[in-house]
Every structure is written in structure tokens, then in C-alpha cells.
């Protein structure tokens, strides 16, 4: 199976997608992580062919330490399982993935510890205060 990771570096996992310089795929069977530069993935795919490109490879789990809710959507629409990291390290990731230690991440998730919670004004006028 393969899992992808948000990665600021080879070691290290970026705080999600929108915010990485590398996609790690790491192949649980081979024990082998390729890191695929970000710039190349903008200039060469639009975000379904992206996605596509993924499901291609046989992807069907990401980590991350944060999904927008936007970004949550379109992986669950794409029928990949995401799960919460557990701190930025990706060695930890990838052994707590392997122990099965790794949580889903959910829409709550993403409303909780996105912008609209931080700021109401992030989210513009559909955001309440209440």
C-alpha cells in the first residue's frame, strides 16, 4: 500500500499540503519513501490529474498534522483515508502508521483546528460568532 506524506524536507513533515515543498510516497511493502518535489506537481497537473496520478500509483492513505477542510473533502471525495500525524517527524509517522497507532481525521478535525475556529473573520460573513 502507499501513504503520502506533506514534507517540508526528507525528515520532515510540513504543517499540510498547501504549506509542503515535497509529497513523500512511502511504500509500506518495499519500506520505501519517494519525495516528489511540489513545483513539479504545480507545473505538470491540474488537481484532478494530480489526484488521479495518485490513485494511479495505489495510494490510499495520507498523513498529515492538518487538513483544511477543503483539502479533507477532496480526498474523501477521491476515496483516500486520512489520517492525523502525530508530531512533524516522518520516521515516528511512518512507525506509528505501521503500528497502527495513527487516527482518522475528520470534518470535525478540520473545523475545530482550521482558520474559521481561530478567526471568525477567515471565514467571511457565513461565519458565526455566536
Do not use: W
Amino acid at each position: 500500500m502507499k501513504i503520502a506524506f506533506p514534507l517540508l524536507n526528507e525528515v520532515e513533515l510540513a504543517e499540510d499540503f498547501a504549506h509542503s515543498c515535497y509529497v513523500g510516497i512511502y511504500d509500506d511493502v518495499k519500506n520505501h519513501i519517494d519525495l516528489i518535489p511540489l513545483s513539479e506537481i504545480e507545473k505538470h497537473l491540474s488537481i484532478q490529474t494530480f489526484f488521479d496520478a495518485l490513485s494511479a500509483l495505489g495510494l490510499i492513505k495520507v498523513v498529515s498534522p492538518f487538513y483544511s477542510y477543503m483539502s479533507l473533502r477532496v480526498f474523501k471525495e477521491n476515496e483516500i483515508e486520512t489520517l492525523k500525524a502525530f508530531g512533524t517527524k516522518l520516521e515516528d509517522n511512518i512507525q506509528r502508521l505501521q503500528n497502527m497507532e495513527l487516527q482518522p481525521y475528520n470534518v470535525n478535525d478540520s473545523l475545530l483546528f482550521g482558520e474559521c475556529f481561530k478567526d471568525c473573520n477567515s471565514c467571511g460573513p457565513s461565519c458565526s460568532s455566536n
